[in-house]
């Protein structure tokens, strides 16, 4: 087990509590300067460390006249990961007008996620020059969940692992 953790996180994880780890997570470094930045936690609940294909499933409101735009998604060293979005849905939004719900799901590649832990990735809009071409995974490649939270100091690191047997996270 993870010694450095606080002891609720440990008892987090092992509940598979994975938002309340993800938002007690250090991610103030994936913070892209000025612009808008959403921290991707990538959980790995397996007894090896993984590389493989990432999916955040997102919901959320757009402006009309704005709607979808690509997304670039940074590893904790600043390069830019292959990243693509697909399964996306644009429809109207009676509760928030001049608004219309986007839906997709961005999948991205998370390698070398710890044993039993987690990875930390940055959010953007826009599509960054050094972003590289996207790469069809085999048909039976793993996938691994990611949750969305801020930018923010936390007593968790953005990477890390505790060394527990926990399910991964259900969406």
């Known amino acids: 087990m993870h010694t450095d953790l606080p002891q609720d996180m440990i008892l987090a994880w092992e509940r598979g509590e994975w938002q309340v780890l993800a938002a007690r997570m250090d991610t103030a470094a994936l913070q892209q300067g000025d612009t808008p930045t959403k921290a991707l936690v990538v959980f790995n609940p397996e007894g090896a460390p993984a590389s ?3 999916v955040f499933r997102a919901r ?13 998604v940074r590893d904790s060293a600043g390069r830019a990961v292959p ?7 644009l429809t109207g939004d009676a509760a928030h007008p001049g608004k219309r719900i986007w839906e997709f799901d961005l999948l991205f590649r998370a390698d070398d996620v710890p044993a039993r832990g987690w990875r930390a990735y940055a959010a953007t809009y826009g599509r960054a020059p050094d972003a590289p071409e996207w790469e069809e995974p085999a048909a039976s490649s793993p996938t691994l969940r990611a949750l969305e939270t801020d930018c923010h100091p936390g007593d968790v690191p953005g990477t890390g692992s505790v060394g527990t047997g926990a399910a991964p996270p259900q969406g």
């Open 83 to 89: 990243s693509r979005i697909v399964n996306e849905t």
């Open 52 to 54: 493989a294909v990432a």
């Open 60 to 72: 959320f409101p757009v402006r009309a006249d704005v709607g979808p735009q690509p997304v670039t």
